[in-house]
């Protein structure tokens, strides 16, 4: 358990699912669509998930009420990824998120502060690094109040047909044709920092769709390929409408397989 002055950072318990249930149903961020709870019953087995990850996993608590907030998570990494089993896992990628009725109070950046003290006397932490997107300002602001530094802005992006010289067209969100999504034989990746350009295989990923009384149905591809159930509900949006692409499992150069984060927001035109 960490403390602070208005905070408690402690392991979940089964019995949080409610307050769960609160900040996961409507998630603020896109990269948190994929986590969405639609009902109560969701939310009791999310947080049974939750209960198992008692490390780096911590429920951010109000000290007043005992009211669980939101939630604090770091995921332990070698520093030299492709050398894992001879290093120690001392690198750590945090993420945070919070109910949005306490934003604007200062509650993440003490969470973070005290969960960034514990990574790094508790855990043994040599770095800690984290990923926001472009447009989330608030988040790019705390991180520089932890006493981050910018290191480099990372595009990730699929990639569903080649140009004419046969290199993929990268695609990072917005609008796409039914044409161009029902006629991609699969779907690359790749991670772009302006100067490298890393390609990834695809092993899997999902698509988020929202049905009609606005829960996300999520479905799997078939390897690198949309699914015959991904296709029919491509089929049956119309213009501009959307679905999301997340959970991209990839193979980098490196041979390690990783989860690229974020979901990316496509529009039918």
Same mark, same amino acid.
């Given at each position: ?12 318990? +089964?019995?949080?699912?409610? =307050? @769960? ?22 939310? %009791? ?9 008692? =490390? ?11 009211? *669980? ?6 995921? #332990? ?7 894992? +089993?001879?290093?120690?896992? $001392? ?25 960034? $003290? ?17 447009? /989330? ?6 991180? !520089? ?5 910018? !290191?480099?802005?990372? %595009?990730?992006?699929?990639?569903? *047909? /080649?140009?004419?010289? &046969? ?12 044409? *161009?999504?029902?006629?991609? +034989?699969?779907? &690359?990746?790749?991670? $772009? =920092?302006?100067?490298?350009?890393? !390609? ?17 149905? #999520? ?31 990839? @193979?980098? #150069? ?16």
């Amino acid at each position: 358990m960490i403390e602070t002055e208005r905070l408690i950072l402690r392991p979940f318990t +089964e019995s949080d699912y409610e =307050d @769960v249930f609160e900040y996961l149903n409507e998630p603020l961020v896109h990269c948190f669509a994929c986590m969405k709870l639609n009902t109560l019953e969701e939310a %009791k087995a999310e947080t049974v998930k939750k209960t198992k990850k008692s =490390d780096y996993l911590f429920a951010i608590v109000l000290k007043g009420n005992g009211r *669980v907030i939101g939630e604090i998570e770091a995921h #332990p990494e070698s520093s030299q990824p492709d050398k894992a +089993e001879n290093y120690a896992l $001392d690198t750590f990628s945090p993420c945070w998120m919070l109910n949005k009725n306490y934003h604007g109070k200062g509650y993440a950046y003490e969470a973070a502060k005290a969960f960034f $003290d514990y990574l790094f006397n508790e855990k043994d932490a040599r770095r800690i690094y984290a990923y926001t997107e472009d447009y /989330n300002i608030p988040s790019q602001k705390l991180c !520089e109040k932890l006493g981050m530094r910018r !290191e480099g802005l990372f %595009k990730e992006f699929v990639s569903f *047909v /080649n140009d004419a010289d &046969g290199n993929p067209e990268h695609f990072r969100g917005g609008n796409l044709s039914k044409q *161009v999504l029902m006629g991609s +034989e699969g779907i &690359g990746a790749a991670i $772009d =920092d302006g100067l490298l350009n890393i !390609e990834f295989s695809v092993v899997r990923f999902e698509t988020v769709f929202y049905d009609a009384m606005g829960n996300a149905v #999520p479905y799997r591809s078939e390897g690198p390929k949309f699914s015959d159930r991904q296709k029919n509900q491509i089929r049956a949006l119309s213009r501009n409408k959307r679905f999301y692409i997340t959970n991209i499992q990839a @193979v980098g #150069p490196d041979g390690v397989e990783r989860t690229l984060s974020g979901a990316m927001e496509v529009i039918i035109k």
